[in-house]
């Protein structure tokens, strides 16, 4: 297959990228900056898209059997939001379907939900609570529209906590910092500082891009898959296990923000019963505490 991925420096996207050439797909990376080492993989062809032209779009787009849309933008308020990344989709996805192509996935977000209940599945309504959230669930509305009104198959991605080592030399790692934070302050014997019970379903770039790849070619005409691991991990174990591999032992000091004992929980059988997918994340996040203690 020919696949555009948009954000294919970012750490979703780069693992994609590289997993979809492994597998023999043909791959436009749209690359916000260049990156040689991505540029020189066997499949992969490096385009420049200006996401500011979408008149550009269906001539990129033409050939294409799939578009990967992992690139986001962002903006301090609604109307920037709005126009950064919900508009800027919608126009990619009015792209696609003049160009013909046949399937589109998009990237959103946990955050869609906002408001969360002890378990949440795909078919919850969204409540979210941000700006972030309500651009991604906002754009989730115009892909079902999509559709469902003469445009391509519209799959929907929700990954939660996505942690990865760059792929090649030059893209992305995680954006959040708190691993490396976590990493540095156990290094240097200082006290950190949680809040109680925060924890998440922790899941690598790697096994993220296992469900894209699985996506392709999904029959459904319009679907939503979270993609995070079965196992909720503290905040707190992270840090146990950053002083178990470094041989160090800090204080750690506990914010009591309310927080529920309970973990809130993203119900993840549906990767399971239509892809055979189930990530267990311990392994993953002890390596990628190994690689973050390993940076200066």
């Not at 996207?13 to 997993?19: A, C, E, F, P």
């Not at 399937?103 to 309504?125: C, F, P």
């Not at 239509?274 to 390596?287: H, P, V």
Request: glycine fraction near 8%; charge should be negative; aromatic fraction near 8%.
């Amino acid at each position: 297959m020919k696949i555009l991925v948009t954000g294919a420096t970012d750490l979703i996207g780069s693992y994609i990228t590289v997993r979809l050439a492994q597998e023999g797909h043909e791959v436009l990376a749209a690359c916000s900056r260049k990156v040689p080492a991505l540029a020189k993989r066997a499949g992969v062809s490096c385009i420049s898209m200006d996401m500011t032209r979408p008149e550009s779009w269906p001539k990129q787009l033409a050939g294409c059997d799939a578009l990967i849309h992992v690139s986001h933008g962002w903006g301090a308020t609604g109307p920037q939001m709005l126009a950064a990344d919900t508009a800027t989709s919608v126009a990619l996805f009015e792209a696609a379907r003049s160009a013909g192509v046949a399937q589109v996935i998009y990237t959103s977000s946990t955050t869609a939900n906002g408001e969360v209940d002890v378990l949440n599945d795909e078919l919850r309504q969204n409540r979210p609570v941000d700006l972030f959230g309500a651009t991604k669930a906002a754009t989730e509305m115009y892909a079902r529209a999509y559709a469902f009104s003469g445009g391509p198959r519209m799959q929907i991605v929700r990954p939660g906590y996505v942690f990865g080592e760059p792929i090649v030399k030059g893209c992305d790692a995680e954006f959040d910092q708190r691993f490396i934070h976590i990493c540095r302050a156990v290094k240097r014997g200082i006290p950190i500082r949680l809040t109680q019970h925060d924890g998440t379903q922790f899941i690598h770039a790697h096994d993220v891009a296992e469900v894209y790849l699985s996506l392709l070619g999904f029959p459904e005409q319009f679907s939503i898959h979270y993609a995070l691991s079965s196992e909720w991990v503290s905040w707190a174990s992270i840090v146990e296990m950053a002083m178990e591999e470094a041989g160090e032992s800090v204080p750690i000091q506990l914010d009591n923000r309310q927080y529920s004992p309970l973990p809130y929980l993203f119900d993840v059988r549906k990767i399971e019963e239509d892809f055979g997918l189930s990530f267990d994340n311990e392994e993953r996040l002890r390596d990628h505490v190994r690689w973050a203690l390993s940076l200066d």
